[in-house]
């Protein structure tokens, strides 16, 4: 089957026009016109009807505005339909979870489609991020969001550099959102590894000196890798300034640091993100 292209047609409406097929045959005439100018052929028109009035929208065909019936003359007029969404029916709710169900599932289908070809993934990174980054504002969008990334972290052998790369091309919101869940994968790595290890040093019979120097420069080494991404994140939203660089190097408490990794990724003023960082200072 050939690949097919049509127009959508959107047309606003905040009353019940006495025959809406009127106004639309117009745009319809005018697509077609400018297409018979470029030398190009036709192709088929879909109007679609934003309806946000009080009254009731009954749809009818075309011929149901002229008195003819019984007359066979319908035959002689032109017949096309158009889809209606009638907004009031919907609360915003509604509206919001349509869409998102939409959007969510369709990136969902695309991953699973292209996860058999690390480089197709790849490729359509981009994508991927710039229908997602819509949600990056409702808590479970941005749930959502973070999820795609762990997938695909954890199904191919794309970087998290390789992702933050591609998010930086969609918005700042999209690397942000990026950088802080690659953070969290790599705390969360280095957990179950500090277990790990921590597990097999016992069996091995380590010192207790040993262990708490290993768990010290583990815990110096997180301190730092999160002082870095804070760093780095604050730079590229707001701009850092040498002072406040300093402050941030100069928390030492992992909990005050994931604070401000989290105030980041909405906050609309850079007071805000060291403001957060209040008792922390050592």
Sequence with gaps: ?????????????????????????????????????QNRPPQVVIPIILYHGNRKWQVKDMVDHFNIAGSGLSRFLPR?????VDLPQYSDI???????????LRIAMWIMKDITSEERVRQH??????LGKLFLREERGLAFFEAVIRYILGATNITPEELTEAAA?????????????AEKLRKEGLQEGIKQGLKEGLQEGLQEGLQEGLQEGIERGTILEKQGVLIRLLSRKFGIT??????????????VLDRALDEILFAELKEVVLTSLCGGVS
Excluded: A, G
């Excluded at 639309?24 to 077609?32: A, F, G, I, K, T």
């Excluded at 990174?125 to 710039?130: E, H, R």
């Excluded at 091309?169 to 869940?181: F, G, I, L």
């Design 1 to 37: 089957m050939e690949q097919v292209t049509i127009t959508l047609l959107f047309e606003h409406k905040s009353y019940v026009p006495d025959c809406p097929h009127l106004q639309l045959l117009r745009y319809m005439l005018s697509v077609w016109k400018e297409r018979t100018k």
């Design 125 to 130: 990174l981009i994508k991927y991020f710039k």
């Design 94 to 104: 509604e509206i919001k979870e349509k869409i998102f169900i939409r959007v969510s």
């Design 242 to 255: 040498d002072e406040e660089r300093n402050l941030i190097n100069s928390i030492n408490d992992p909990t």
């Design 169 to 181: 091309e969609v918005s700042r919101k999209v690397e942000e959102v990026s950088m802080s869940t």
């Design 80 to 84: 096309f339909e158009y889809l209606l």
